[in-house]
């Protein structure tokens, strides 16, 4: 069979990320030998070696020249990647645990790779080797596989960063003298020295080593901290639930901050208008509870309350979502404030979900800009951003994509309101998955667990497209509806 | 520049005056002397004020010329004027004791939202009722359009005005001169309204019934004089030809015009025409299915008419209702919620988004998808065949945020003092903003807005405002923008004082 050059390069990146699946899942497998967990390694090792296979019988018949590859095809890539190591996960979830459905398992796939952190069904106690591999599902979709293949490939003959942005999207503006390449590479690095060093203080902070490494895996990718306790994680000691905060904070930060600092262009990291709103969300929120609290005098100690807000906010803001204070005391309109900046999620080009900083904070310019075109309709008026001016085309982008956000997340609450009867918890769910929080509202005002029990196989799969659409930033799945998506061209 | 605004709000008054003694006309008809003395009182003010001010601004002010921001400051003051003179007569007749009640009810009114804080309708003097009916019929089509197509000789730039009043972004003309325009429009609704009046007639509504009721409907408002609102009347007849005359309400008065001049194909071209009528017929066989399969109907008819009833009057934001849809499924409820968001036409008396606006944005989508998969394509986003500058979409995605926004920002300043569930809030905002009048829960069909403390019967009622003016021209008023430039007189030559612009 001759290859098209566009399968060549869909092949290869495909290969490329099953091998680094196959290698990410062995200490995974080697827990779970160590820990008898002959169910799990048995699956695991199938799938593993199944990867393998498929990965080096592609690899061997790859010859690859460098050729323009055409967007059509990135996104494709992207898309088919994500479903297949999301199809791979799933079967190992259905096979090693005999609770599961086929849209549990799906559920549960798709969650650990967009950083949700939701369950299917409340599980008595996972296995050691599926919760590591849930965290390590977490920590791969967190940064991106995608990115992790871009940055690892030796052969890549061109940037691979028209590849790389269809993954991480949004407005990201990630332009520095070096090339794509080296970026993303610095990026892996920056984020495996992250996730080492929250290891290390996890564990200085008197965590179990294997429950520190889960911690870490999972709370540097935003995905939550389902291992303890189901997210509710509130009986932790204050040093370690600190620790969690701040690499919350760190994971859910545009990532060109970090290589700005490695690369040492401090001018430009003070001209950063997205970390400026995200940090001014977070302050401003922790600011705006802790008044209501003081004011229905439910504030005990204002510091302490303080810091509890603080970490819950950043819990919420960064779409971690696990459950560190008792925000089940609160009046109603804290947690509805926590509800709505978790619609706004985090910055660009981190592992976080949402609509994301960037295009909030190019939205509310242009209604502001808006304003003055009203009264003078002839004067040119550029938006400004980062201390340069966008483009109209950028700034339409930006308000379409909250636009648009807000129309698949009522279009999942329709679908999800199928199966129940509560308009409310049809909303809740569908923001939950959307925004890849997995904390519902419903849970973070009772300060409990309640897994998806209620719901249909039917709800499942439509939130795990919820998901899937939250994390790849819903243009991939918007394109799939387009004729000209699927149109083979002869590219040889 | 002042005396001429001011000599406009002192015609405006006197105009307001008169528009009042249309109900005074049924006071005494009814011999109501409570409500007698509160329509004389009212119009006293406003003819004493009315006069003052052309007293004041007697002077040569033809010269000058209105600017841009004339229009939008005339439309939001002449309406801050009708709304808090308009909610007298409730106050002064004891109709409402409160003042924020009966505030509450004339933005109601006026927004033609026809949310109610009445748990009591049918006890109220007839002339209050007829009031509240004629303040929906007055803010339908737009108080200052109404005054412009009177008065064509004021020589106002009229065209800002309405654009500044009528819902939609893009005004459609249909005569070449504006008052010709306002006047084709209001001729469009006052024989609409008639029709309608002899159609209820003809089903056996009486007279005062059915010109309240087609007062509210064609304003797509949704007040009745009836405790149980229209299922008082119990008559499919009544329901379908309710139903069929909101929906011409939601319809873009302009293609009426299309309609006589080209025939009905023409109409049917209209790109945003067809969508309303597309969303409307998904919405209704959706609702359907859902009624005969999940809430127990057994009788097609019943469920057609229950869910186009509904979904009709949703979506042309009336909010009239035959039936407790909040027992309904999540399902039909949520369709309810999108199409109230949706709202109907551009240039109806409707509310909401605007058909016109989500069908840009949908294009936009498409265009920015097709954009991403094939690189260097060139491609227009177009309406109606004609290319859309880029200007105008940039406004109508602004438009979008802000409307997210400001429905986000008016449902937690609601649900701070409320104490009532979030779908309660969020619905009864949304309901507010989009001018529908019923929610969901606390708020549905056979509820009113009662319960809520002052503090959320403000947010809801400027809320209300907001929606029915399009955002822009209120908070247009707020900007800095809108008062950093000031225009001296001097010789006659209007100078511009440009202060703090620079365009960055």
């Keep these: 069979m001759k290859l098209t050059n566009n399968k060549k390069f869909i092949l290869n990146i495909f290969s490329t990320a099953l091998i680094i699946y196959a290698v990410a899942l062995l200490p995974s497998f080697a827990v779970s030998v160590y820990y008898k967990e002959t169910l799990f390694s048995h699956t695991v090792i199938a799938v593993i070696v199944l990867c393998l296979i498929i990965g080096m019988t592609a690899k061997a018949r790859l010859t690859y020249r460098a050729s323009t590859i055409k967007p059509r095809v990135h996104f494709f890539t992207t898309l088919f990647v994500w479903c297949t190591l999301i199809l791979m996960t799933s079967i190992i979830n259905f096979f090693a645990s005999p609770d599961l459905s086929v849209a549990d398992s799906i559920f549960e796939a798709t969650a650990s790779w967009t950083t949700t952190g939701a369950e299917a069904v409340v599980h008595a106690e996972l296995t050691s080797g599926m919760l590591l591999m849930r965290a390590t599902c977490n920590w791969l979709g967190g940064i991106g596989i995608i990115l992790i293949v871009v940055g690892l490939l030796p052969e890549w003959n061109f940037t691979g960063h028209s590849l790389a942005i269809t993954e991480i999207p949004g407005p990201s503006f990630l332009k520095t003298s070096d090339t794509f390449k080296r970026t993303y590479r610095l990026i892996i690095k920056i984020y495996i020295a992250l996730t080492i060093l929250e290891l290390i203080l996890l564990i200085i902070a008197g965590m179990a080593p294997f429950t520190a490494l889960l911690t870490a895996l999972s709370s540097i990718s935003t995905s939550g901290i389902q291992h303890i306790n189901h997210g509710i994680v509130t009986d932790l000691s204050t040093p370690i639930k600190v620790i969690i905060t701040t690499f919350s904070i760190l994971g859910s930060i545009n990532f060109s901050f970090y290589i700005l600092i490695v690369l040492k262009r401090f001018r430009r990291l003070r001209s950063q208008t997205e970390l400026t709103f995200y940090t001014a969300r977070i302050l401003l929120t922790t600011l705006f509870i802790t008044a209501v609290l003081i004011h229905f005098d439910r504030a005990s100690n204002i510091p302490a309350d303080f810091g509890n807000t603080l970490m819950q906010v950043v819990s919420c803001i960064s779409t971690s979502g696990y459950t560190v204070s008792h925000c089940e005391h609160w009046p109603l309109i804290c947690n509805y404030a926590i509800m709505l900046q978790m619609f706004i999620g985090t910055c660009a080009m981190s592992t976080g979900g949402g609509i994301k900083v960037g295009r909030f904070a190019i939205g509310c310019k242009s209604i502001k800009n808006s304003m003055y075109k009203y009264i003078h309709p002839h004067v040119t008026k550029d938006l400004e951003y980062n201390h340069t001016s966008l483009s109209i085309a950028d700034v339409m982008n930006a308000n379409l994509y909250i636009a648009m956000f807000m129309m698949v997340f009522m279009i999942g609450a329709l679908l999800i309101g199928i199966d129940t009867n509560d308009i409310f918890s049809a909303f809740d769910f569908s923001q939950a998955m959307i925004t890849n929080t997995g904390k519902t509202f419903g849970e973070l005002t009772a300060h409990s667990y309640n897994a998806l029990n209620g719901f249909s196989g039917f709800s499942e799969i439509v939130m795990s497209v919820l998901m899937l659409a939250g994390r790849l930033e819903i243009y991939p799945l918007a394109m799939i509806f387009f004729k000209s998506f699927w149109v083979r061209d002869r590219n040889v | ?504």
């Design chain 2, 1 to 504: 520049m002042r005396t001429r605004i001011r000599n406009f709000f002192g015609l405006f008054l006197i105009f307001f005056g008169a528009c009042l003694v249309l109900p005074l006309i049924i006071a005494l008809a009814c011999r109501e002397t409570s409500s007698i003395r509160a329509f004389l009182i009212t119009i006293a003010i406003c003819l004493v004020a009315g006069f003052i001010n052309m007293r004041i601004s007697k002077g040569d002010f033809i010269s000058t010329k209105l600017r841009l921001r004339d229009s939008y400051f005339i439309v939001a003051m002449s309406w801050f004027l009708a709304l808090t003179i308009g909610a007298l007569p409730y106050v002064l007749s004891g109709a409402m004791p409160s003042y924020v009640d009966a505030f509450f009810e004339t933005c109601s009114g006026f927004s033609t939202t026809g949310a109610t804080i009445l748990t009591e309708v049918e006890s109220l003097p007839r002339s209050i009722l007829f009031w509240r009916a004629l303040t929906q019929w007055l803010g339908g089509m737009g108080i200052m359009v109404l005054f412009m197509a009177l008065l064509p000789s004021f020589g106002i730039k009229g065209q800002n005005i309405a654009s500044a009043e009528t819902p939609g972004p893009i005004f459609s003309k249909v005569s070449s001169r504006f008052s010709g325009t306002a006047q084709s429009l209001y001729i469009a609704y006052i024989i609409l309204t008639g029709m309608l009046v002899i159609m209820l007639m003809l089903g056996g509504v009486s007279l005062y019934d059915a010109v309240c009721h087609a007062f509210t409907a064609l304003a797509t408002g949704g007040f009745s004089t009836y405790n149980a609102g229209v299922t008082h009347f119990d008559s499919d007849y009544v329901y379908w030809m309710l139903t069929i005359f909101t929906f011409l309400a939601g319809t873009n008065f302009g293609l009426f015009f299309v309609l006589i001049a080209k025939g009905p194909r023409a109409m049917f071209r209209d790109e945003e025409f067809r969508l309303y009528a597309k969303i409307m017929g998904i919405a209704i066989v959706l609702v359907m299915i859902s009624l005969m399969t999940r809430s127990g109907y057994t009788s097609y008819w019943r469920a057609l008419t229950d869910a186009s009833f509904e979904v009709v009057t949703m979506m042309t934001t009336t909010g009239y209702s035959i039936a407790n849809y909040v027992e309904w499924t999540a399902f039909a409820q949520i369709i309810i919620i999108i199409v109230m968001l949706v709202g109907a036409s551009s240039s109806s008396t409707a509310g909401g988004l605007k058909v016109v606006r989500v069908l840009v944005s949908l294009r936009l989508m498409k265009h920015f998808t097709k954009r991403k998969l094939h690189g260097n394509m060139v491609d227009e986003v177009k309406l109606d065949g004609k290319r859309l500058p880029s200007e105008t979409i940039s406004q109508i995605t602004s438009f979008i945020t802000m409307y997210i926004i400001v429905l986000i920002v008016a449902t937690f300043l609601v649900s701070f003092s409320s104490g009532q569930d979030l779908v309660t809030d969020f619905t009864a905002t949304l309901s507010c903003i989009s001018n529908v009048g019923p929610g969901m829960a606390n708020v549905g069909p056979l509820e009113n807005f009662a319960f809520y403390p002052d503090f959320a019967k403000v947010v809801l009622a400027l809320t209300m405002i907001i929606g029915r003016l399009e955002l822009i021209t209120f908070f247009i008023v707020f900007t800095k923008y809108f008062w950093n430039n000031h225009a001296v007189q001097k010789n006659g030559f209007t100078l511009f004082r440009r202060r703090n612009e620079t365009y960055k």
